[in-house]
Structures are given as structure tokens and as C-alpha cells.
Nanobody, 124 residues
Framework: QEQLVESGGGIAQAGGSLRLSCAVS????????VGWFRQAPGKEREFVAA????????YYADSVKGRFTISRDDAETTVNLQMNSLKAEDTAVYYC?????????????????WGQGTQVTVSA
């Protein structure tokens, strides 16, 4: 059984918006922090955003702060990433991730579970 399944992504123009969703297994969602990382071609995977366990605290990379919003839908057990004001440099494969804490994800890239990844392409 897959623990994290991403959907969404695709192609957008610079300045546009996209929304990513991560379906989190019911056995996992109340025990972990959930977030998003991304990896651009030729670059290391980097932290984007995270929610603390139960979703009360948010964490963002400086590069996306004010443009991206992470949220949780408890009814659907999904964690969403709304991406606005997209830039060409946001182009990457985006991965849903789960781990022991949002702060540890942000500072140490501490992740226990990974999704399969979804491509986001922003055209200039």
C-alpha cells in the first residue's frame, strides 16, 4: 500500500498557478508531519513547505514564501500545495514527503516516506 500519492502538477506559464495534492494513508496522517520537496534537473532535492503533525504549524522555504500555501484537508486526508505567481525556477519534480516533524524537514531534510513525484513545468 502506497503511503503518499501525489496528483496535480503539469505545465503553467510564469505568473500562473498550479495545485498539487498528496493523498496520505489514514494510518499515517495523524502520526507524521507532511510536506513537499522538489528537485530540478542537475540540482539536489530541496525543501519547499511542510505542515506539522495535525497541521497547526506551517514551514516554508524562503524561495516560495508568500507564493505557495500548504494546507490539509482532513476529510480527504490530503495535503495540498497551492502554487501561485509561478516562476521558471519553480520547474522541478515535486515530491510529497512525511517525517517526524515539519521543523526537521525544513532544517535537516528529515523524511521517512516519499511519494513518487509529479512534474511541474513553468514556461517563461
Amino acid at each position: 500500500q502506497e503511503q503518499l500519492v501525489e496528483s496535480g502538477g503539469g505545465i503553467a506559464q510564469a505568473g500562473g498557478s498550479l495545485r498539487l495534492s498528496c493523498a496520505v494513508s489514514k494510518s499515517l496522517i495523524d502520526y507524521v508531519a507532511v510536506g513537499w520537496f522538489r528537485q530540478a534537473p542537475g540540482k539536489e532535492r530541496e525543501f519547499v513547505a511542510a505542515l506539522s503533525q495535525f497541521g497547526h504549524v506551517t514551514y516554508y522555504a524562503d524561495s516560495v514564501k508568500g507564493r505557495f500555501t500548504i494546507s490539509r484537508d482532513d476529510a480527504e486526508t490530503t495535503v495540498n500545495l497551492q502554487m501561485n505567481s509561478l516562476k521558471a525556477e519553480d520547474t522541478a519534480v515535486y515530491y510529497c514527503a512525511a517525517g517526524p516533524g515539519g521543523a526537521r524537514m525544513q532544517r535537516n531534510n528529515k523524511v521517512d516516506y516519499w511519494g513518487q513525484g509529479t512534474q511541474v513545468t513553468v514556461s517563461a
